[in-house]
């Protein structure tokens, strides 16, 4: 049974990582979730752009509601992740999108964009689908 | 002109989130890399175990020590991330080796274990080689 | 300069392993492109499915057709393929579309259906863009 | 049960996509495969080099056999090829290694290396493990 938004964000507050890195949950509904990050110097990298594993990280807790709103537990399987644009300073911005899913696997996008609303990474995701009820 | 491990164990000093997320590099090469994760609670996701972006973070911090080593600029371009075990608590060691690179890309496999040996996650990284000296 | 659509198919007819594997360009245009494959039994692979290399060669054909019309090479550099649902008999149906493109490297996203309209399996394809103008 | 060389190279046979592809299954064994594919002008694209579709097709393929010789059926799920060099004539040969796998995947590295053992493409590809018995 799908989730509520109001449940999602409850459960996703418990998110240790996501909190570290600035994550904060906008919506979340059936297949769907956007999050933002403020982005801060302890984002950056050796390079002083931002790190692409906060990127990353951002994409995947995105993807992590959107897939987990069905009410069953997934996990993350395989991702792949392309980075198109640096981003150093403001805020960044995932969407992420259910594209496919069945008894096994879902398959979801998860957009991230900068504020002048360029694409800085694009994250395809699957997710094991287990039987049991999210523990959340 | 490859990088000594002290000069890119200095260099790397720099990445701030690396540092936030307990990263710390061990050996460094030309084309290699290894470095390690001691877990804590801030590393948790939701559902308790580590966040995909943690353990992604730890495999793209080696990977651009491994892709950086040669003198050169390299970022980036598109990395594939499978999951195979979840990890809570002790340890995580990446290795990072270079699998080929041409004038343009770079090419690197890292694995991810836990303390007991076992392959956490494998992060297959494509970097793109600029022609600047590493600003480092 | 983006290509016509008629220069494009003219172009992409002298693609030998798409004509040995049935596939037939459809339209085409800046940034995208459509086509299909109609299965026959030489597309099985040795469980009496739709072998995955003939689904891959099905998208890879109708994103080459994408990321080369805007004139200049354009080549595969890394694709990532996520299969959803298995084919046996009618026809596949590809469509390419452009996420983003900058100076090296453009991104795409192709989907692969069935005749039902299920998705087969997602295809996100980043190409290096030469400064050559297309040979076709 | 893992299955024989013999076994599994008699399985095989019945690939027809391969067949038509030029691909001859070498040597096989538990979580392990090699095959060639003889090149020929039928396996090019519009720009004169090896289909893509034609490399993964090779991949594809040593992966199936690597990912199945355990006697249990295993599908492909998620497959990331980054290519490398471009090849026009001669021999391709695949080498395809488990990596790692747990109750429900399998995690696989095919490389894909031309006569002068340059590396191709690099393909990373993870199975669904079912509990059928390989029906071959």
Known sequence: MNLS????KRGFKKDRYAE???????????????AKMSLHPHHLNALGTVHGG??????DFTFAV??????????ALDVSI???????????WATAQEQSKNFKVG??????????SDLVAQFQGLAYRKKDKLPL
């Not at 906060?54 to 994409?59: G, N, P």
């Open 5 to 8: 938004e109001d449940a999602l």
């Open 20 to 34: 570290l890195s600035n994550i904060e949950l906008l919506t979340a509904g059936p297949g769907r979730a956007t």
């Open 54 to 59: 906060a990127i990353f990280t951002l994409a």
């Open 66 to 75: 959107a897939c987990n709103s069905h009410g069953t537990l997934a996990v």
């Open 82 to 92: 392309v980075f198109m644009k640096a981003a150093i300073t403001g805020t960044l």
């Open 107 to 116: 398959l979801y996008l998860v957009e991230i964009k900068d504020d002048a």
